[in-house]
Nanobody, 117 residues
């Protein structure tokens, strides 16, 4: 059974940083492209970043230069470093087994990120 478990969300002030983690199990993590998507309050899912295998990275324009995706295949873990956070980055962040898909079929339960002063 595929499992994706996110952690690392929280409340942060504008301009702050967070590091999200996603531990994967139940599949050969190292051979799959992985993504992060988010859902702002009252809105639909938004693709924000993907990392391939090998590790080519892709970002939505809204987060390019502020967020960094990475992976540790030895730990079956996907990361998302969030820097220079803005209030519009608030939302539920999901890890997904997919590539640049705004509505992935396989994703975790999410971790909440709230950016507020």
């Amino acid at each position: 059974e595929v499992q994706l478990v996110e952690s690392g969300g929280g409340l942060v002030q504008p301009g702050g940083s967070l590091r999200l983690s996603c531990v994967a199990s139940g599949f050969a993590f190292s051979v799959f492209a992985m993504s992060w998507v988010r859902q702002p309050p009252g809105k639909g899912l938004e693709w924000i970043s993907s990392i391939g295998s090998p590790e080519n990275t892709h970002y939505a324009d809204s987060v390019k230069g502020r967020f960094t995706i990475s992976r540790d295949n030895a730990k079956n873990t996907l990361y998302l470093q969030l820097d220079s956070l803005k209030t519009e980055d608030t939302g539920m962040y999901y890890c997904a087994q997919d590539f640049k898909n705004p509505n992935p079929k396989i994703r975790g339960r999410g971790t909440q990120v709230t950016v507020s002063s």
